[in-house]
């Protein structure tokens, strides 16, 4: 890795390390459904999960390493087909599922990785460049908010199997 690419990659992290999300004042962590909830850019991502039913799985032990796509990038696919995504159960798990790894895979196991693969059974593409890390076509925007069964990673698309 180049030293523009460790720069890029040190202020990716330093954005997760600042996150508000990170910090449970109490010293207790929360699994990754309630740390995203909490978060409250991942509107539409729990929605997807409680509609695949996915919901009690990702608070299950894990851990699991999640891509998560914000609500803004769930608003980059028309409302007429993320409403038929969202009403096929089948595809939607497909689709969830793409975005979760098996295992904790933090930034820095990330950024050493070309490809990993999903719960969903198919492989993502690992792009680590000057300009970031890509998952797939997706930009990952913050890195390494820890959860008590695993880790998510922020992205700004939604990405498909």
């Given at each position: ?22 910090a ?18 991942f509107?539409t991502?729990?929605?997807a999960?409680?509609a695949a039913?996915?919901?009690?799985t ?22 007429d087909?993320?409403?038929a ?22 930034a ?7 490809s ?16 970031g ?29």
């Amino acid at each position: 890795m180049n030293a523009a690419t460790r720069i890029a990659f040190a202020s990716l992290l330093a954005l997760a390390l600042a996150a508000p999300v990170l910090a449970d004042h109490h010293g207790n962590k929360k699994d990754i459904v309630d740390t995203a909830v909490e978060a409250g850019s991942f509107t539409t991502l729990a929605t997807a999960l409680e509609a695949a039913g996915l919901i009690e799985t990702l608070k299950g032990e894990g851990p699991f390493t999640v891509f998560a796509p914000t609500d803004e990038a769930f608003a980059k696919i028309p409302a007429d087909q993320l409403n038929a995504l969202l009403a096929d159960t089948e595809q939607l798990t497909a689709v969830l599922t793409y975005h979760v790894v098996a295992g904790k895979v933090t930034a820095a196991d990330v950024v050493e990785l070309d490809s990993a693969t999903t719960v969903q059974g198919s492989d993502i593409d690992i792009t680590v460049s000057d300009a970031g890390v890509k998952v797939d076509d997706a930009n990952v925007i913050t890195t390494d908010i820890m959860a008590s069964n695993g880790v998510i990673h922020v992205i700004d698309s939604v990405i498909l199997p």
